[in-house]
């Protein structure tokens, strides 16, 4: 069982910055790929971005390339969300998941673990 628990979120104006962290817990999380989901209220969730169990591959939504960095910190067991140059449109609830895989997915179903999720509201 892994627990994974979101900080970080809050309010911020457009072309702002914040930090998300995922801490995460339990056996062997270190080994699972990881990935940040959102979701804004009446539509889907989407995939925002993930990192390989090392690191050493990232993959983001077209969306946010060039705006937000994936990492992780094996040794905190921390994974974090960089978001820089927020827009309005990036408004919504992010969420942490773990993925037993070593490959990271860009699809939720394949997600074992998930986060509460963290609130991020960008004002225009």
């Known amino acids: 069982q892994v627990q994974l628990v979101e900080s970080g979120g809050g309010l911020v104006q457009a072309g702002g910055s914040l930090r998300l962290s995922c801490a995460a817990s339990?056996?062997?999380?270190?080994?699972?790929?990881m990935g940040w989901f959102r979701q804004s209220p009446g539509k889907e969730r989407e995939f925002v971005a993930a990192v390989s169990w090392n690191g050493g591959s990232t993959y983001y939504a077209d969306s946010v390339k060039g705006r937000f960095t994936i990492s992780r910190d094996n040794a905190k067991n921390t994974v974090y969300l960089q978001m820089n140059s927020l827009k309005p449109e990036d408004t919504a609830v992010y969420y942490c998941?773990?993925?037993?895989?070593?490959?990271?997915?860009?699809?939720?179903?394949?997600?074992?673990?998930w986060g509460q999720g963290t609130q991020v509201t960008v004002s225009s």
């Open positions: 998941a773990a993925d037993r895989a070593v490959a990271p997915s860009t699809e939720g179903y394949e997600y074992d673990y």
């Open positions: 339990g056996r062997a999380s270190s080994t699972y790929a």
